[in-house]
């Protein structure tokens, strides 16, 4: 009987084991406005419905400017950011178009009272031809971008949050800075000097990948897989949806003037 007993003790053990859910701890920072929360809730919710258990621990004020470091240097496990070919020689990608394209259709936000200096754009050439300076941060693909399409660029080292205020000054050499449609209305609403380009979209044809620190990189097949389980599933259109379609209502994207730029291959 006692031998029984333990048999049944060790099963009960071993069917508790095979059932637990591997747990996967990551860091994560955070952002202001919660401009993090659809990739934190998208990684954390596609974890677990593919049977994993996601701890994730936030990292709040990262500095801008060392995000890309700490993340080479496992302070952070992962950071979400445009696919270029740098980012994808210098780390793991998981390869997986995290807002279904939403991130390339670039909207312009200019100081307010100015919304209407581009009305009369109608192509490239003329948007070339209308001198304005679009400031980008350093290391955004948009640099890339705008440079291939001789587009008059500003490139801002450091903390790029900065171009804020240099924009709404109105003396620092901006005319616009180029914001992602799923970003521009919480940052709109955040800077009352500054307004959102109502008629253009400049389109580029890349979307944001998750990049894994060297010690995260072991979770790069379990979170693609969990990824394209999200595709297929909805739930992460679901989470589109729930966290950033509510704001591009107001830009009436389906209304506005769609120019394609010319994209750098990979």
């Known amino acids: 009987m006692p031998l029984l007993r333990l048999l049944s003790v060790l099963c009960l053990c071993l069917s508790i084991s095979a059932n637990a859910a591997e747990i996967i701890s990551l860091r994560v920072m955070s ?53 270029t070919s740098t980012r994808d020689h210098d780390f793991a990608s998981v390869s997986n178009q995290l807002t279904n394209g939403l991130i390339g259709e670039r909207i312009l936000l200019v100081r307010k009272g100015h919304e ?44 790029w949050r900065q171009m804020f205020r240099m924009l709404a000054n109105g003396d620092r050499g901006i005319d616009y800075m180029v914001r992602g449609a799923n970003e521009i209305v919480d940052e709109a609403a955040s800077y009352p000097d500054l307004g959102i380009e109502p008629n253009l979209i400049l389109a580029h044809d890349r979307d944001m990948h998750l990049y894994l620190s060297p010690e995260a990189e072991r979770y790069k097949s379990i979170i693609e897989s969990a990824l394209a389980q999200a ?16 704001d591009l209502k107001v830009l009436n994207l389906d209304k506005r003037l769609r120019l394609k730029l010319n994209t750098p291959p990979l």
């Open 116 to 159: 209407q200096d581009y009305a009369h754009v109608k192509t490239t050439d003329d948007l070339r031809r209308l001198g304005k300076v679009g400031g980008v941060g350093e290391g955004w693909f948009d640099v890339e971008v705008w440079q291939l399409n001789a587009l008059p660029v500003y490139i801002k080292s450091g903390d």
């Open 31 to 83: 952002l202001p406005n919660n401009r993090h929360v659809y990739y934190t809730k998208l990684l954390e919710e596609s974890l677990r419905a593919a049977g994993y258990e996601p701890r994730i621990e936030f990292v709040n004020t990262v500095p801008q400017a060392r995000i890309w470091r700490m993340v080479a240097n496992n302070q952070l496990s992962l950071i979400w950011g445009v696919q």
């Open 231 to 246: 595709d297929r599933s909805g739930l992460k259109n679901k989470l589109i949806a729930q966290y950033i379609l509510p």
